[in-house]
């Protein structure tokens, strides 16, 4: 289980980012965190990766309260955690498979379940086929989810999703949806960061909107109304 309690986070030009953000996400919710830019989605997330830091109150993930986990730990705690971001970060000189494996690579993972585990996380989203390919040679679509393969293949017990469909139009939108949605119904956590009304209303699950770094309504199976 995932919970903040009353987590703020000041920044240093006392902006606020979070104020006394208090909610608990079960294991396998799927919650899309909803609001305008600039009312605290992205702090929202980065407390989990602790890119963030609280300026008050603490943030607990599957037991572990994360402002005491200490450096050498943080790579083993973000392996726990799969991230996509709206712009890909692909890297353009390797194929599908050989950005896909790169995850494991830098894991020092052993050459044979490097390859196996990439083999099986591309046909899961459903691109084994163009594994040789290059981003520049495959849709918006497809650069996504190799993204999403990416933020996988380490199992993650949790995805997070900032902004992923930004970039992409309608039937590409649908597709990395309809795969977020398999994902979780494999087990996986999802929280994802939208402004996109119609997915959010698509998805029809738990929705938490946010504004000016606070939490103004949190339904379970909710739709985009700010």
Known sequence: MIEYRNVSKIYNDNSCGLLEISTKIEPGEFVSVVGQSGTGKSTFLKMLTR??????GRVIFYGVDLSEITKGELPYHRRRIGVIFQDF??????????????????????????????AQILDIVGLGEKKFSYPAELSGGEQQRIAIARALVHHPEVLIADEPTGNL????????????????????????????KDTVNRINQRVIAMDEGRIIRDQKHGRYML
Do not use: Q, W
């Open 89 to 118: 970060k692909l890297l353009d000189n390797r194929t599908a498979f050989e950005n896909v494996a790169f995850a494991l690579e830098v894991a020092g993972k052993p050459n044979e379940e490097i390859k196996k585990s990439t």
């Open 51 to 56: 890119e963030e830091r609280p300026s008050d």
């Open 169 to 196: 139009d309608i039937i590409n939108t649908n597709e990395v949806i309809d795969l977020l949605l398999k994902i979780n119904k494999l087990g996986t956590t999802i929280v994802l960061a939208t402004h996109d």
